[in-house]
């Protein structure tokens, strides 16, 4: 089996390589926080993103961000003694930078996948995130069998670079409108004088139901927790990237443009809140 190394270790890649571990691979870990205290009990643990380019073959990435991602990428491909041959992107990075990231890993004869992930932090815990992998069929096909333990859900969505973050990019502008909507729909009716759980009960057996009123507000919103682990700073992050993708590729982005006003407003206002606050913001008039 080929030596595995994973570097980014927080809420989305820790209990990924966590579960990576517990499929019975060895994985040579790595984060900037500190690494002893995130990695799988007894996983090796490197002091840099080059130790972990010199001891593994297929590295993983789950980063905050693209620029974080090239940073990381120039470290591994500046290793002179590398045993890293692939790198799968799991960062949600937006595909400008997903496309520098191939290219400038390309010229150190290293192939990249961007493999962004939906299901949030108890999807990765659970082994069932939505992976979206764009890769060529015989990379898809390598790689595979060590993505599994970790998105069982895992979909093989194109074959040119950039192509996994523009579905992902499309899912969470999906996920950021049902959460604003929802937010506004929910005041709305509290201002009337309805009760949050009968709203939400109700919509959940009616059309407007979705991701938000089946999961994000009974789960993370009504109960006051507030405790996705999906920051705030990562969804605006994300609308951005997908309303300048848009504006790039000539797409209807009416509602882009719209989302990207809440989000941004959202983290200017609450700037290290978790994204299910957004209920509270819209509400208050944010
Ligand atoms: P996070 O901030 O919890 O984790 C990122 C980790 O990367 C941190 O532990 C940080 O210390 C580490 N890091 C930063 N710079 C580094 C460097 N130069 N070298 C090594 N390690 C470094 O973020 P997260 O919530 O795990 O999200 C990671 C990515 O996944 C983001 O792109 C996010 O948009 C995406 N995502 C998050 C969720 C979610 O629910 N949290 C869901 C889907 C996708």
Known sequence: MPALGFIGLGNMGGPM???LAAAGHEVVCFDAA???ALAPPGAPCAGSAREVAARARIVFLCLPDGPVV???ARELAACSERAVEIVVDSTTAGIA???AAH???AGAGIRYADAPVSGGTKGAQAGTLAMMVAAPDDLFAEVEPFVRPMAANARHVGTEPGHGM???LLNNFLSATAMAATSEAVAFGVSQG???TTILETVNLSTGRNTATEDKFPNRIATGSFDSGFATRLMAKDIRLYEESVADAGAPGTLAGMLRTIWDGMEAARPDSDFTEIYEHVRDGG
């Open 17 to 19: 390589v966590h579960n």
């Open 34 to 36: 500190g690494t002893a």
């Open 70 to 72: 090239l940073q990381v």
């Open 97 to 99: 930078d997903a496309r």
């Open 103 to 105: 290219d400038l890993l």
């Open 166 to 168: 523009a579905m992902k």
């Open 194 to 196: 309805l009760d949050m």
